[in-house]
């Protein structure tokens, strides 16, 4: 079961990003709308974020990682389309390996960190940070006024 928790209005959502550098760039998905996304999904209840960064990359590249370097937690607010609040915590690791990866058979696209200025990469606020090279353990993004879309 994942961890997401509805209350009231509001969501409170638990989820994974995997940072992973290939020859040409960052991975990342891509969704029907045109913007980048990083690859992970949420935690599963007793599932560490730790674990559950090996998880979803395996899931969503097929690549099996036995290391994975916590980057930060993006505590993020925002309003989704169906006007419900979020409250999302978003554990960000980082695969410590170039990795080779056959993006088109699992659907990702590969971003040059050079394109990053002018590509559509969201949550915004991440992409700022790794541009930033922040080390910052905890970044937090609060606008209740726009939609994930416009993040």
């Known amino acids: 079961m994942d961890l997401t928790i509805s209350v009231k209005d ?32 949420r935690i599963k209840i007793n599932e560490t974020s730790e674990e559950a960064a090996k998880r979803e ?3 969503e590249t097929g690549i099996k990682v ?27 690791y980082e695969v410590p390996d170039e990795l080779k990866i056959n993006v088109k058979e699992f659907k990702l696209v590969e971003c040059p960190i050079s394109e990053f200025a002018k590509t559509d990469i ?14 910052k353990p905890h970044v937090i993004y609060k606008d209740y006024t726009k939609t994930r879309n416009l993040l």
């Open 10 to 41: 509001s969501i409170l959502n638990v989820r994974v990003v995997i940072l992973a550098h290939t020859k040409n760039g960052y991975l990342f998905e891509k969704n029907p709308d045109g913007y980048l996304y990083f690859v992970g999904g």
């Open 57 to 59: 990359f395996f899931e």
């Open 66 to 92: 036995d290391k994975v370097n916590f980057k930060t937690t993006l505590e993020n607010f925002f309003v989704f389309e169906n006007e419900k609040k979020f409250h999302e915590i978003c554990f960000f």
């Open 122 to 135: 969201r949550p915004k606020i991440m992409k700022d940070y790794i541009l930033s090279n922040d080390n």
